[in-house]
């Protein structure tokens, strides 16, 4: 029997709901157990057996591609039984509350719920009434653990040996509606990164004095210059604008944002010549970069996407592993 890997006799999560939770020796376990993950992948020796005879259920109360899918790819590759709760025919659209949803699943045998849910906080909510393992796939504006998670594996790979310590990574775009921002923020500052915060002002609100309460060893700093933030970067993030999340006040005008804040080639030229550039997608072509950008040689959006199924194997094995 083949396994990616035992969860340690001190591994402290029995759920995953937010980086902030993890210790730095449990992003590091989680970061090498994905490198074993993708070897595995890219030599097609699959399926493991850390999920065989588990049930694990995706309950996406919002729309997803890459998340969902990497979940079920991640959970299939360790042998998962792998259910999903089709929202719009399910009793949710009844009024169910997620305490009855969650309590039903278990009853069904699920031992694992993977949520996504338009709502910060839902998944604290479900896990207070699940008894197997609960991780969040994204909570409204909050936490997206798993794919801060990604983002920090992909990056590191990108910068080799040196890693992330002393380097600037720029993130433009919606700050503020971005729970990939928020759980960026916490696992890049704690590698070593200093992150500059890069948006209109309207979509910066509540960062700065974020910024101020962050324990002195995690920087971050925040403008609405892009010049500023691309001034020698090593890494470029961009971040969708999130219309749905917005009324028509903040949203502003498009074009407004287009010609103040689209990456491009030209305007990438103030970063380090051979910085990346990164989205955690679906990206909003010529919005948040140009197309070529997104398309282009030093774009690792499509990376991410491949770095998500690893990545979400090693969070599986160690989270919700057979013991
Ligand atoms: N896919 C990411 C998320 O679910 C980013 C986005 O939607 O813009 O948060």
Redesign the pocket.
């Known amino acids: 029997m083949s396994r990616l890997g035992q969860r340690p006799p001190d591994w402290a999560g029995q759920h995953l709901l937010d980086v902030t939770d993890l210790s730095a020796g449990a992003i590091e376990l989680i970061l090498e157990r994905a490198e074993v993950a993708r070897e595995r992948v890219s030599t097609g020796s699959l399926p493991l057996d850390d999920l065989r005879g588990r049930r694990l259920a995706l309950l996406f109360v919002?729309?997803?591609?890459?998340?969902r899918l990497s979940f079920e790819i991640a959970a299939r590759n360790l042998s998962g039984d792998v259910v999903h709760v089709d929202v719009p025919t399910s009793s949710m659209v009844k009024g169910e509350s997620i305490p009855d949803t969650v309590r039903t699943l278990h009853a069904l045998g699920v031992e694992t719920i993977v949520m996504?849910h338009p709502r910060s906080g839902a998944p604290w909510l479900a896990a207070n009434y699940f008894p197997g393992h609960m991780l969040n796939?994204?909570d409204g504006w909050h936490a997206?653990p798993s794919?801060a998670l990604l983002d920090l594996f992909t990056l590191r790979r990108a910068f080799g040996e040196h890693g992330l310590r002393g380097r600037k990574v720029a993130v433009v775009g919606?700050i503020l509606?971005?729970?990939?921002c928020r759980s960026n923020l916490w696992t890049l500052t704690g590698a070593g990164a200093e992150v500059w915060l890069c948006g209109p002002r309207a979509l910066l609100q509540g960062f700065e004095a974020w910024a101020k309460a962050m324990p002195a060893d995690r920087r971050f700093n925040v403008t609405d210059d892009l010049d500023a933030a691309l001034r020698d970067a090593d890494a470029v993030m961009a971040?969708?604008i999130?219309r749905e999340r917005m009324d028509e006040a903040l949203a502003g005008s498009l074009g407004e944002y287009v010609s103040r804040y689209r990456i491009s080639e030209e305007r990438l030229g103030l970063a380090r010549p051979a910085a990346p550039v990164l989205?955690?997608?679906?990206v909003n072509e010529g919005i948040e970069v140009t197309g070529e950008l997104a398309a282009g040689p030093r774009s690792l959006v499509l990376e991410q996407v491949r770095n998500g199924v690893p990545v979400r194997m090693a969070i599986l094995s160690l989270v919700a592993g057979r013991e």
């Open positions: 919002e729309p997803s591609t890459r998340t996504r796939a994204g997206h794919q919606d509606h971005s729970r990939v971040l969708r999130q989205h955690p997608g679906p």
